[in-house]
């Protein structure tokens, strides 16, 4: 499993080991875990790839973590990433990585409310499954993003409050997280962004009229290189969530990356396939955003 503390262990080896590595915090969460934000490049402009929005994908932080790992060995040791000269990159564009949005639902997930030192507001049971924050609210439900019309489809579906998933919460950015990955995307102007969840081998890339017209075409290059499949997800996910927040906020590129095959929570044995599958992709990702034209 890979949790709060461990991500926490890995994020100060990095941030210790390599002078390229620079954290701090996006916020915090419900509960009060900070959000660590990792930093690497001194280029203007700027991609942030963010993971473990729910609490059972938390096999998403530990994906980051190990390819910021990667692009720190490659910069100090001046080797290449899937063909990519790190140092030159890092030259023209700065990566940020919210590793784990929703550190307070994977600790849910891992270990139970009690065992996260967490209470929820009612018991549920078995909490295995749980994708929400400790509030019991969907963080990929809670962006601007058509959320009165989402909220509509929830109550529809006899989603009425807070639970393990698909609960938006009582307004748009009402929960910590939501709020602070918000706040960060608007003080730093991301070229790109890419949201990882799981599973499904799936990229999606499309929200409303605001989708940049190199989106598709990204999203296909993306699907090449990984094996994925650039699809339309289906539609109670289809809105609310940060990707469709940031494309109608910026009118730039945004993608959700749903990594593995198989039931959430998927298995720590998948990550190694996942990384060789992936990281040509994220690499791809980064010198896109140094191509992407100036705003």
Not at 55 to 77: D, V
Not at 108 to 130: H, M, V
Not at 192 to 203: C, D, K, N, T, Y
Request: charged share 20%; with cysteine.
């Amino acid at each position: 499993m890979y949790d709060y503390q461990r991500l926490c262990r890995e994020i100060e080896f990095l941030s210790h080991r390599y002078g390229c590595c620079r954290l701090s915090s996006a916020g915090e969460s419900l509960c009060g875990r900070s959000l660590p934000l990792l930093e690497i490049g001194e280029g203007k402009k700027a991609v942030l790839y963010a993971g473990a929005f729910h609490g059972m994908e938390w096999i998403t932080s530990a994906l980051l973590m190990h390819f910021c790992r990667r692009l720190c060995q490659a910069q100090e040791s001046g080797i290449t990433v899937s063909g990519t000269p790190v140092r030159s990159l890092f030259k023209k564009i700065t990566f940020y990585c919210l590793p784990m949005v929703n550190p307070d639902g994977v600790e849910i997930s891992l270990k139970g409310p009690e065992q996260a030192g967490i209470c929820l507001e009612k018991p549920w049971g078995n909490t295995a499954r749980w994708q929400a924050n400790a509030r019991g609210v969907d963080i990929n439900h809670n962006f601007d993003a058509g959320w009165h019309t989402l909220r509509k489809m929830e109550e529809t579906a006899g989603i009425a409050g807070p639970g393990p998933t698909r609960y938006g919460g009582t307004a748009p950015e009402s929960e910590p997280e939501t709020a602070a990955v918000a706040s960060l995307c608007r003080r730093i102007p991301f070229s790109l962004v890419m949201a990882f969840h799981s599973q499904g081998e799936e990229i999606y890339w499309q929200y409303g009229a605001h989708t940049p017209a190199v989106s598709q075409e990204l999203a296909l290059e993306f699907a090449r290189l990984s094996g994925y499949q650039a699809a339309q997800p289906e539609p109670m996910a289809s809105m609310g969530g940060f990707k469709d927040w940031f494309i109608e906020e910026f009118h730039r590129p945004g993608f959700t990356i749903e990594v593995g095959k198989g039931k959430n929570p998927l298995p720590f044995s998948q990550l190694a396939s996942i990384e060789f599958r992936l990281f040509p992709m994220m690499m791809r990702g980064l010198t896109v955003c140094a191509q992407l034209p100036e705003e």
